[in-house]
């Protein structure tokens, strides 16, 4: 029987081999974590005032969605200076490819782009950016969503990487993702040829910031991670006249407050209350005056589902209900449209993976600071990187405080800005350390020489 075990074990290594699958790495041996740990933090500890000049800076000089050429540039920069072999304008982004031996291929990805906010945080480094946004009009642009700690975490992972070569073989993949806000860089990039032109990798890692925890824990999710995104725009029609009048028009504001209305029976009467669905309308724009019925109502939505077929179903039902209330007020039919540029599949974490980059996690920063994560409605276009067979895995970094975190937690203190809002301000030093300890460990694990 023993001498079975070792031919069963080459047939299985070499059926992976033909399959291009790598396989699951062992468990690094006593004293690896302990030991690569302390190696991380003496490069990190010459390197983390610069890094957070860096990130001070990135916070400073925010731009949008498909804006980011600045911050490409620097990231190109960043990664030429650390010794990667750099590729720009791969559908928006950057790709920097650090080959070293025989091994596995290791995808880090980071996005880029800010959030059209006017900053009021108050830090002698904010955001006073304005600028134009896709429809013309002037915006403030703010790193709101955490983007310039996942960017500086991305060129500290690239400096600890490139400096411990001697550490790990295979291939290192770092890509600078644009347009992460709209759901469209990930995209963009895999149609530019990211998976083709480039090494294909066995592993892709991403972080992200959280608003609510504070710096040095981290969370993740097994499996589902994030829901599916769509945004969709509905064009109500009517006829327009004067609002004294109204027997004389068709009035698109009432039907588009009847559809505003009937869509949250989508969620309430139409779908599995343990089967999640959001549908909402983030905005409506119509009219010009207070006496002048208008000529059309335009609606944009968001909606977030889990499940294949449940969108199908919500956005099946969302035209269903917009066109019977035209119908209804005999209006016209109204334009729904499915961006399926701003489309994205929900974010599956690799059960595997997951598992084993939070052993190591736990035993890096303590079993205390590392805890699982519920899914959220939130989207991510991460996901698309896993083309549903590259193991994925995301995880979050807290990025508060504990004096603010605590102060917090005390009753009837007013609850933490969250992602996306104005005044979300993360503590850069400690929250660098954690994204560029953690990431650096797991890819150097998954590249681990002697495995």
């Known amino acids: 029987m023993r001498s079975a075990r070792p031919a069963l074990a080459a047939v299985l290594l070499s059926a992976l081999a033909l399959s291009g699958a790598q396989p699951e790495p062992p468990a690094p041996p006593a004293g690896w974590v302990k030991e690569t740990v302390a190696a991380v933090d ?50 928006g982004g950057v790709v920097a490819v650090l080959k070293n031996g025989p091994g596995p291929v290791v995808l880090i990805r980071t996005d880029m782009d800010a959030l059209p906010i006017v900053e009021q945080t108050g830090l002698p480094y904010a955001s006073k950016v304005k600028t134009k946004n896709r429809d013309g009009v002037e915006v403030g642009v703010m790193h709101a969503c955490g983007h310039d700690i996942h960017m500086t975490s991305w060129v500290g992972t690239a400096r600890v990487l490139a400096s411990m070569k001697d550490k790990w073989s295979g291939t290192l993949v770092l890509i600078a993702q644009p347009a992460e806000e709209i759901i469209a860089g990930a995209k963009k990039m895999l149609e530019a040829g990211l998976y083709t032109k480039f090494p294909k990798p066995d592993f892709a890692l991403a ?46 504001v009432v039907i588009a407050a009847r559809i505003i209305l009937d869509l949250q029976t989508i969620v309430s009467r139409e779908t599995d209350p343990f089967d999640p669905v959001v549908v909402t309308v983030g905005s409506i724009h119509g009219g010009t005056k207070h006496n002048i019925i208008p000529n059309e109502v335009k609606l944009q939505l968001t909606v977030r589902t889990t499940k294949t077929e449940t969108r199908d179903r919500v956005l099946k039902a969302i035209d269903r209900i917009a066109k019977a209330a035209a119908l209804a007020a005999n209006a016209p039919p109204p334009e729904v449209k499915v961006s399926l540029e701003e489309y994205t599949p929900a974010t599956y974490n690799d059960v595997p993976l997951s598992r084993r980059c939070g052993a190591l996690f736990r035993e890096s920063q303590g079993a205390d600071a590392v805890r699982l994560r519920k899914p959220v409605m939130g989207a991510e276009d991460f996901g698309r990187f896993s083309e549903g067979k590259t193991p994925i895995f995301m995880y979050f970094i807290g990025t508060i405080s504990q004096e603010k975190y605590d102060a917090a937690q005390k009753p009837g203190a007013a609850p933490l800005p969250g992602m996306h809002t104005d005044a979300y301000a993360p503590v850069p030093e400690p929250s660098v350390r954690t994204g560029t300890r953690t990431m650096s460990l797991a890819a150097l694990d998954l590249l681990r020489k002697g495995k």
């Open 42 to 91: 003496k490069k990190l500890d010459a390197e983390i005032a610069d890094l957070v000049a860096l990130y001070q800076h990135l916070h400073a000089n925010p731009e949008l969605s498909f804006q980011e050429v600045n911050t490409a540039k620097r990231m190109a920069a960043e990664a030429k200076k650390a010794g990667f072999e750099v590729t720009e304008n791969v559908g």
């Open 207 to 252: 972080l992200h910031a959280d608003p609510l925890f504070p710096a040095g824990t981290l969370a993740y999710s097994e499996g589902l991670a994030l829901a599916n995104s769509d945004t969709i725009d509905i064009l109500v029609k009517g006829k327009g006249g004067h609002g004294a009048a109204p027997h004389l028009t068709i009035d698109p």
